[in-house]
């Protein structure tokens, strides 16, 4: 009798170890999901930002131009 106890202790942690693994199973896969997420959004801001620095160093062409027009146009 005594050994059936300790064969549904053993069984009973076992389940509890195969529920745990399950549950870090799944928490792992939506950890993954998440990660690929977060990689293509930093990749679409990294293209903004690369897009908006460009922009802003095409602005500052314009504004060296129009410095150097003013200037020219002063003496």
């Not at 399950?22 to 959004?41: D, F, M, T, Y």
Request: hydrophobic share 35%; glycine share 2%.
């Amino acid at each position: 009798m005594e050994n059936q106890t300790v064969l549904e202790k053993l069984d009973s942690k076992i389940d509890q170890i195969l529920q745990k693994y399950e549950n870090l199973k799944n928490e792992n896969e939506v950890l993954r999901s998440e990660v690929v997420a977060l990689k293509a959004e930093k990749e679409i801001k990294d293209a903004e930002i690369e897009k908006l620095m460009d922009e802003n160093s095409m602005k500052d062409l314009e504004i060296e131009e129009i410095v150097n027009k003013i200037e020219s146009m002063l003496g």
